[in-house]
């Protein structure tokens, strides 16, 4: 049941995850007029280690190290700590603000943010979420995913099996949550 969950999920983070990255990515490329924004913004050590590091492997698949690229390569992580308190005054207020519709506070942006991040990381790693509040999580997934995109958004919810396989829970696991 856990895995049958965790895969009604994963299709919806990894919408929110591509429309993230798409829109940060659009808003770094306007505040800085060049698409490898990365290479002259002001990010700490960490963070630039992150983007080494996927260069790193674009290279290691043989591929041309191109902004699109490395876009892609970054973790939803990467772009969860753009709306972390050390970059409010760099980033968010100058640039990253605008990536959302929704004019949405950077600290309610990155708990809710990093709070979805966690799901990803259990997911992803095959880790149980069966103890989580599951229906708060997807409407928290379609509801960051709205603050970018309402299509994408509404694309997410039309095509999710969520619901259908948090229906078929047994007994037991129900009493639980």
Known sequence: MDTALSESLYGLLQGLEIAL????HRSL??????????EVCPLHHELKETIRKAKARILLDGKVVAPPKVVAEL?????VSLTSPRYAQLLWDKMLRRAFLKNLGRKAAHKRLDRIRKLRN??????????????????????????????????????STFHDRY??????????A
């Open 21 to 24: 990255r798409n829109a940060m």
């Open 29 to 38: 490329i306007e505040a800085y007029q060049r698409e490898d924004w990365y």
């Open 75 to 79: 973790t939803f992580g990467f772009w």
């Open 122 to 159: 259990r997911v992803a790693h095959h880790e149980s979420i069966l103890g989580r509040n599951l229906k708060d999580d997807f409407a928290l997934i379609l509801e960051a995913a709205h603050w970018i995109c309402p299509v994408t958004a509404a694309w997410l919810r039309a095509n």
């Open 167 to 176: 229906a078929q829970r047994p007994a037991k696991v129900r009493d639980e």
